[in-house]
């Protein structure tokens, strides 16, 4: 399978590290800080054309989550224009990103679109309304 892809002039072209990675690593277009505590956008000078069924989900890179920096996006077919990831510093530090250096991963992924139905009440499950922390464990 390809994904069609336009990359700004002067930018990287995404590429996987290992032949077998799920994720295509996109790389800052330009530089800047995120401040502590905060959120930036890094754009990518990457434009992808993720085909109809299928999604591609942005998701953090390894190395910058060791010094609390996750990144998280979702890029839907039809979506042609730039990809801008969305990098969240966690920790107590500024961290500079630098252009050229690898942001955060694009891993391209089938979907199912169901239409929704709108019913008076749902089934009743075992479950039912049991959320977070009703097990006891964590």
């Given at each position: 399978?390809?994904i069609?892809?336009?990359?700004?002039?002067?930018?990287?072209?995404?590429?996987?590290?290992?032949?077998?990675?799920?994720?295509?690593?996109l790389?800052?277009?330009?530089?800047?800080?995120?401040?502590?505590?905060?959120?930036?956008v890094?754009?990518?000078g990457t434009?992808?054309?993720?085909?109809?069924?299928?999604?591609?989900?942005?998701?953090?890179?390894?190395?910058?989550?060791?010094?609390?920096?996750?990144?998280?996006?979702?890029?839907?077919?039809?979506?042609?224009?730039?990809?801008?990831?969305?990098?969240?510093?966690h920790s107590?530090?500024?961290?500079?990103?630098?252009?050229?250096q690898?942001?955060?991963q694009?891993?391209?992924?089938?979907?199912?679109?169901?239409?929704?139905?709108?019913v008076?009440?749902?089934?009743?499950?075992?479950?039912?309304?049991?959320?977070?922390?009703s097990?006891?464990?964590?």
């Open positions: 399978m390809k069609n892809m336009v990359v700004d002039p002067g930018c990287h072209i995404p590429n996987r590290a290992h032949a077998n990675d799920a994720g295509l690593d790389y800052a277009a330009k530089g800047g800080w995120i401040w502590p505590k905060c959120r930036k890094i754009l990518t434009h992808a054309a993720v085909p109809a069924g299928f999604v591609g989900m942005l998701t953090s890179k390894s190395g910058l989550m060791q010094r609390g920096i996750t990144s998280r996006g979702t890029i839907d077919s039809g979506y042609t224009g730039e990809i801008r990831a969305v990098m969240f510093n107590w530090k500024f961290v500079r990103i630098k252009p050229g690898k942001i955060t694009m891993v391209i992924m089938p979907i199912i679109t169901p239409v929704p139905h709108i008076d009440k749902l089934e009743v499950t075992e479950r039912g309304e049991g959320g977070f922390g097990t006891g464990k964590y």
